[in-house]
C-alpha cells in the first residue's frame, strides 16, 4: 500500500510559502492541502471549507475536549487549528499539506513523529526586509514586528526535519525540493517495514 | 559552500545495483563512484585504479594500523577496503559513492554517522532467484549462496536510511531515486547548519 506523508511546511512571512504551496499543486497531483478550521469571523470573499472552516467557540472547545485537532493555536482572541479526522481520511489517497506556524509544528512533530517538517526561509534577513517592504501591504510596524518574528522562527530551525532557502526566482525549484523530500521520504527504512513481507510473497 | 554526501550503497548479487550505479553517472555529474583497495591480484582486463587499486598485505595492513581505510574486510584470504583520503579529497567536489558489502556499510555508519547508507533490494526472493538463474554465470551453488546471503542482508535493512525496490525494469526509476535522495538529503536542517550564519550576512 502506497503510504502518504503528513507533512508540515512553514515559514516567515515574506519566505514565499503560499507562492512555492502553490507551484507544488501545479507540479504534482499527489498533495493535498489541510483546510484549517476557526473560530474567527470570514472575512468578505471568504468561503467555507476554503479559506477555513468556520465554527463557534463552543464547537472548537468540544473538538479541543475530544482530542479532535491534530494542533491548535489561540491568536487575537480566535482559535485557529487543523481538524485531525479531514486529515486522516485525506491520508488515504495524497499526502496532506499543512501550511502551520511554529507552535502547531512543534504540537505535530510530537503527535505525529512520522510527519516530516519543512521550514522555507528567505535567503537573508536584507532579503526578507526588502520583499516585506517592496510589497507595500504593511506599515513599518507590522513589518518590524514581522522580522523580529522571523528571527524566531529561524531559532527553531533545528527542530524541522527540512530546510529550504527559497532564493529571489526560486520559487519552481523551492516546489520541486518539496516534492522531491516527500518522494525521497517514502523510501526511508523505516517507513518501508512492508518490503520485508513483499520479499517473500 | 556545497557540502557533499558520502553514499552507500548495498545490495544482494541480483539486486541489480552495478546497472543502477552506472546509470546513476549518465544521469548525474554530481556523483564520483570510490574505487576500493585490495590485496587480492588483478585478474586479466582489470586496471589499477579503475576495478581496484592493488597493495601487498603489508600495505594493505599499514593502511589499517594508520587509521586510513573507511571500512575494510577480509575475504577468501585478501583484503578489501576504502582508502580514506582518497574519499575525502573527492567529497570536496562530488558526492562520492561506495558500493560495499553490509558489514562495511555498518562501519562506515558508526564511524560517519553523516554518511547515507541505501539498500537496493530486488523485488523479492522469487523474483531474485529468477534473476540469478537466469543469467546463467553461476552454478546451482553459488547462487543457492546468493540467495541466503540476500535473506542476511535483508536482515541489515532497519540499519540503512533508505531501501529502494529495483523492480523490474526499473533501473531508471532507482537511479532517479538515488539521485533524489542525495538532494533531498543535502536540504536536512541537521546538514543546513550554514543557513542561520548566511542569513544574517
Redesign the interface.
Known sequence: MKQNLLVVISGPAGSGKGTVIKKVFEKSDEFHLSVSATTRLPRPGEKEGVNYFYMTREQFEELIKDGKVLEYTEYCGNYYGTPKEKVFETLKEKNVLLEIEVEGAMQIKSRFPDAVLI?L?P????ELRKRLYGRGTETPEVIEKRLAHAEYE?GF?????????NKDGGIDEAAE?II??V???K????R?TE??D????
Chains 1, 2 share one sequence.
Open positions: 521550514l526561509l535567503p537573508s534577513y536584507k529561524l530551525m533545528d527542530k524541522y526535519d527540512y530546510v529550504i532557502v525540493d522531491s523530500i518522494k525521497s521520504e523510501k526511508r527504512a523505516k518501508c518490503v520485508k513483499k520479499f517473500y510473497e
